[in-house]
């Protein structure tokens, strides 16, 4: 190849490079001008995971799943070149909650982890904080009056726990996080039971009225409780499930509770990932 052909060779490397990184300072540039918070319901099956983006690119992954299919649920989301994620928040430790997580840190930079504080004896449970360990991600516990200040006017709110839960069942310690975005609010109560439930409607009252409400344990009958529905007065309800799971959730009690006070209730094992987009003022599905 000759001095010329090869100096053209290099211009144009050299174009490409200069091309690519323009479009990816367009990319994050657009995407924060759009001021829009979206929020995944990812679909993994018998198991919770939400996918959490502010408009200033600010990501959380509330909860992975029970295994690896969680990789390719945010791959569908994220660009090839996005590798890393904000915080990962554990709501509960049980393996539907935390195991796709291992997989997540395999492949992903991870800044933080939350976790409520609950203390399970399972030997998955040991691998994956050795995963966290040998990532060097910040651990934290969630405590009530924790406000994730995720950027664009976006805040994940955290209320409950507000104590040392590592006595409590795993259940009975659920995170339970608030996403606000101006007007619009999610309730994220990972597998709170009923008597959790009516002790945050004691304690929180009107504060829990949400446009979008995670049903608590995958539409379970011992949660989603009466007082909970009737404060929340939700436009929709997501329950994430397996299709024809082995516990039969979401139970038919919960889906009658729902229809007695008119809220639509989209489920991850009919609907796969679930996505709603807002711009703080409108909320809308993807």
Known sequence: MSMENIKKHVALYFVGILFAANFFIWYA??????GILTVAFLDVGQGDAIFIE???GKQILLDGGPDGSVLSRIGALLPFYDRSIDMLIVSNPDKDHFAGFIDVLKNYQVGNIMEPGTIPNTEIYKIFKE?????GATSVLARRGMNIDLGG????????????????????????????????????????????EK???????????????????????????EPLLAVTTSEYAVISAGVKNRYGHPHREVLERLAKYNIPALGTYKEGTIIFESDGEQLRRK
């Open 29 to 34: 540039v657009s995407a924060e001008e759009r």
């Open 54 to 56: 502010s408009p200033t």
């Open 131 to 135: 995963f966290v360990r040998e990532e």
């Open 153 to 196: 006017g976006v805040y994940l709110q955290i209320l409950f726990p507000d104590r040392d839960v590592s006595g409590l069942s795993t259940n009975d310690g659920s995170i339970i996080a608030k996403l606000i975005y101006g007007d619009i609010s999610f309730l994220l109560p990972g597998d709170t039971t009923q008597n959790i």
């Open 199 to 225: 002790y945050l409607v004691g304690l929180d009252g009107s504060n829990l009225d949400v446009d979008v409400l995670k049903l608590a344990h995958h539409g379970s009958k011992t949660s989603s409780s």
